[in-house]
C-alpha cells in the first residue's frame, strides 16, 4: 500500500489535555495576599537593536511583555497616525492556545502627541510571551515606555495596572492578581492611568461586579496602583538613556566616556 | 466610527450649549432621543428585532442552530455574534472601511454576553458533549446616527427576547446512539429570559460636562466616552472607554453615578 507521506499520522484536530482535568484541588491559592499589595515589576527600556524603540516589563510571578516601536514612517493619510498591535505567542497562557488580545490602541492615543507628526505613521507591535496575569497591563506600560524610548514626543507615560474581583458576593478587590486568581475571578478591569496629568487615558472592564460604587472603589484602587508603579518606570527610561549616552560616547575619539 | 466635519464655529456652539444644559435638540444632557421598538420584522429568522433611535437604525435577526457544545462548557449552547457595517449607514463603510468599527461592536458584545448570569446558557444545552443550541446573533447597521453602542444593545436583547427555539426530544435507542426529533408544531417552542440581559449607555464627554445619547454632531466634538453596561438591577457588567481622548478620574466616578 502506497504511504501518503503528507499526511500526519495523527488526528486532525487537537485540544490540550487540561481540558480534561478533573476540577479538583484547584479552588484556595494564595488565600492571605493583601489587596493592594503589587507585585515586583522589572522594566528595561532600549534592548532591541532593529526597533527605535523598545521596551520589556516582566511582573513578578511571570507575565512577560516585549514592545517595539518602529517609526514615524511616512504615511499617505494628512493625520499622523498610531498604528498599535497587540500579540500573544501562542504558548502564553495555559491551557489551549488562545485567540489574539484585544486591541487597546485607544489607551495610548492620548498620551502621544500625534500632532507633530503629520503624514506620519507609528508602528508598536506588542508581545506577550508570557501570561501570569495583567497581561494588558503590562502590555500597556510597555508600550508607552517603548514609545519613550524611540524618541517620540509624548505627554507623559501611561501606567497600567490590572484588578480582578474574587467570586462570590462581597468579593474584594485584588491588585495585579495572578493567573490563577484571574481565572477563578467574577470581574475583571484594566486601568491605564497618565499619572503626571493624572488623566485616564484607558478603562476595560467586564464580568459581574456589582453595583457601580464598587467599581469606582476598583477604579480608585487601580489608579493608586498606576501612581506607585511610575517612578520604576521612569527610573527604567533615565538607565536607558545613560546606558544609551555611555554607548555613544565609547568609541575613543573623545578623551573620556561620561559616566 | 462615522463622523461628521464640522467647523469650529459649530462646535463651540455645541459645546456651550451643553456647559448650559441645552443640546442642540433641545434636550437636557441626559434626555435620550425617542427609540422606537419593532421585534418579529424578519420571518425567516428565530427572533429578530429593529430599533431606531433618532437616525440610527439597527436590524438584528437571531438564527437557532444546533452544533457541538464548546469543549470548555460542555454543558452550555452559546452565542455568536457578527456585525454588519454596511455601506447604506454611511459612505466611509464601503468595502472594508467598516470593519475596525464592526470588530469593536463584536468585542464588546462578546464581553457582555460572556458573563455566566446574563443569559441561561444551560437551557440551550440538549445532549452535554453533543448537542446544544447555538444562536447566531447577525447585527446589521442600516444607518449611523451617533450612539450606536446603545442601539445596538437594546435591538440584541429585543431580538433574544423574541427568539423562538424549537423543542426538541431526544430518543435513545437500544444501542445508546441517540436520535433527535423535532416537534410537529410550530408554535410548540421555548423563549429565552431576558430580564438579566444589561443595556448599554454611552456617556460622552464634551467640555466639561457628559451627555447621553450623543448625535453624530456632538460626537465629534467629544474627546473620549465611557461605556457602561447596567442590568435591571443596577449591577454593571461591562465598562470601556472608547475615543482618543483621557478621562479626568473624577469625570468618570461622577459618570457612573449618573447611569
Known sequence: ??????????????????????????????????????RPLLARA???????????????????????????REAAEGRGRLLCEFR?????????????????????????RLARYPRARLELTALVLQDGGSALAAALSAAALALADAGVEMFDLVVGCGLCRAPGPGGAWLLQPSEAEERAAAARLT????????????????????????????????????????????????????????????????????? | MASVVLSEAEKVYIVHGIQ??????GRGCEDYRCIEVETDVVSNTSGSARVKLGHTDILVGVKAEMGTPKLENPNEGYLEFFVDCSANATPEFEGRGGEE?????????????????TIDVKSLCINPREHCWVLYVDVLLL????????????????????????????????????????????????????????????????????VVDATLQEEAC???????SVTSRGTLTCMKKLGNGSLDPESIFEMMEVR
Not at chain 1, 4 to 32: C, I, K, M
Not at chain 1, 46 to 72: D, H, N
Not at chain 1, 204 to 226: D, Y
Not at chain 2, 20 to 25: C, G, K
Request: net charge negative; with cysteine.
Open chain 2, 222 to 228: 467629544s474627546l473620549a466616552s465611557l461605556l457602561l
Open chain 2, 20 to 25: 448650559e444644559d441645552l443640546r442642540v435638540d
Open chain 1, 191 to 259: 486601568v491605564a492611568l497618565m499619572p503626571g496629568l493624572n488623566q485616564v487615558a484607558g478603562l476595560l472592564g467586564s464580568g459581574q461586579g456589582g453595583p457601580p460604587e464598587s467599581w469606582a472603589q476598583a477604579v480608585r484602587l487601580g489608579l493608586e496602583g498606576c501612581q506607585r508603579l511610575y517612578p520604576v518606570l521612569r527610573r527604567s527610561l533615565l538607565r536607558a538613556a545613560e546606558r544609551r549616552a555611555a554607548e555613544a560616547a565609547q568609541p575613543p575619539l573623545a578623551s573620556k566616556s561620561v559616566t
Open chain 1, 46 to 72: 532600549g534592548l532591541l537593536s532593529q526597533a527605535e524603540g523598545s521596551a520589556y516589563v516582566e511582573l513578578g510571578g511571570g507575565t512577560k511583555v516585549l514592545c517595539a516601536v518602529r517609526g514615524p
Open chain 2, 143 to 210: 444607518e449611523c446616527g451617533g450612539n450606536l453602542f446603545d442601539a445596538i444593545s437594546i435591538a440584541v436583547k429585543a431580538a433574544l427576547f423574541n427568539t423562538r427555539i424549537p423543542k426538541v426530544r431526544v430518543l435513545e435507542d437500544e444501542e445508546g446512539s441517540k436520535e433527535i426529533e423535532l416537534s410537529d408544531d410550530p408554535f410548540d417552542c421555548i423563549r429565552l429570559n431576558v430580564d438579566n440581559v444589561p443595556c448599554i449607555i454611552t456617556l460622552s464627554k464634551i467640555g466639561c460636562r457628559h
Open chain 1, 1 to 38: 500500500m502506497a504511504l501518503d507521506h503528507r499526511r500526519v499520522p495523527g488526528p486532525e484536530e487537537s485540544q490540550a489535555p487540561l481540558l480534561y482535568a478533573v476540577p479538583g484541588e484547584a479552588g484556595t491559592e494564595v488565600p492571605g495576599r493583601e489587596a493592594a499589595s503589587l
Open chain 2, 101 to 117: 468599527l464592526a470588530t469593536e461592536i463584536v468585542n464588546t458584545l462578546y464581553r457582555i454576553f460572556s458573563n455566566e448570569s
Open chain 1, 88 to 112: 500573544r505567542a501562542p504558548f502564553s497562557a495555559r491551557g489551549a492556545r488562545p485567540r489574539p488580545g484585544p486591541a487597546a490602541a485607544e489607551a495610548l492615543a492620548p498620551a502621544v
